[in-house]
């Protein structure tokens, strides 16, 4: 399936990024980016792209949770206190091991690696973070994307790679988090981020089931 570079799908690849960016470690640099309204303005270039009806609901709705409104060492502690250090009270999980049912964590590993393997890909062992972390389950959907943005190449394997994962892996696991984000009453912006997060993969997953029915059938194996 060879198609040209369209602007949904260069809207859905930076949706997939920024929301990553949004929930990864927040270094100084980001912090800047955040405060000075750069993530906010980006994000909502994003989704005037990717889900443009989606843009009155971001613009009412999430983007004013998503203004900075603390200094870095405010915002990293509510970071550390959301996910990481279950002080006060306990942290949320971002991974997908602390939410699937049955087979186990070793299991749920072996078969991300194989998706990322595929095509490539690996966790990189400095970040010292295991396949099943949002940012990295993210960060997959951003690059089958952007491959899917490529020209002159056959789209196929990617649509079909970013359905598949959305059904077995980001999909399940989404209304579990928003679920414990809200109960945990966590930073005002976690809460918008993730909000935005579930319902766009929710729609991504109609998206990629529509245009699905375009593609050529898979040849079964006799």
């Avoid at 690059?143 to 892996?169: N, S, V, W």
Wanted: aromatic fraction near 10%.
């Amino acid at each position: 399936m060879n198609v040209s570079v369209s602007s949904i799908d260069e809207g859905r690849a930076s949706m997939y990024g920024l929301i990553a960016l949004g929930l990864s470690y927040p270094d100084a640099e980001l912090h800047e980016y955040w405060n000075q309204g750069g993530f906010v303005r980006d994000l909502g270039a994003a989704v005037d792209k990717a889900v443009p009806e989606l843009l009155e609901e971001f613009q009412t709705t999430i983007a004013p949770n998503l203004c900075m409104t603390a200094d870095y060492e405010e915002f990293e502690a509510a970071y550390l206190t959301a996910f990481e250090t279950d002080l006060p009270k306990r942290s949320v999980s971002l991974y997908e091991g602390s939410y699937v049912r049955g087979g186990g964590k070793a299991e749920l590993l072996l078969e991300l690696k194989d998706f990322y393997n595929n095509f490539g890909l690996e966790v990189s062992e400095e970040l010292h973070e295991l396949e099943d972390r949002i940012t990295a389950e993210l960060e997959f959907m951003q690059f089958l994307t952007l491959k899917q943005c490529q020209i002159g190449i056959d789209k196929t394997p990617y649509i079909r790679a970013q359905r598949d994962f959305l059904e077995r892996h980001l999909g399940p696991w989404m209304g579990p988090l928003q679920e414990e984000v809200r109960k945990r009453k966590i930073e005002p912006f976690y809460i918008a981020l993730t909000d935005l997060m579930a319902g766009y993969i929710e729609m991504e997953l109609a998206y990629l089931n529509d245009i699905s029915l375009c593609l050529p059938k898979q040849q079964s194996i006799q």
